[in-house]
């Protein structure tokens, strides 16, 4: 009997790690999107004020 409570409890501790690792998961995406879009945001920004300022091509060249 002592046995299945043992292992009960393990069986808990387990899904309590699991639902934090989910949770650090759903956590770190979100920050990621949110960094993502920000920085898109930042050369998008970069790019419209090089072109008015005259910079005619903004993508870089290959040398070949």
């Known amino acids: 009997m002592k046995k299945w409570i043992k292992s009960s409890k393990s069986g808990?501790?387990?899904v309590e790690y699991a639902?934090?690792?989910?949770?650090?998961?759903?956590?770190a995406i979100l920050v990621i999107k949110a960094v993502g879009t920000k920085?898109?945001?930042t050369f998008n920004n970069v790019q419209s004020q090089m072109?008015?300022?005259g910079v005619m091509n903004t993508t870089p060249v290959v040398p070949n």
Request: without cysteine; glycine residues 0%; proline residues 0%.
């Open 39 to 41: 920085t898109a945001s």
């Open 51 to 53: 072109t008015s300022q």
């Open 19 to 27: 639902l934090v690792l989910a949770l650090i998961a759903i956590v």
């Open 12 to 14: 808990q501790a387990l």
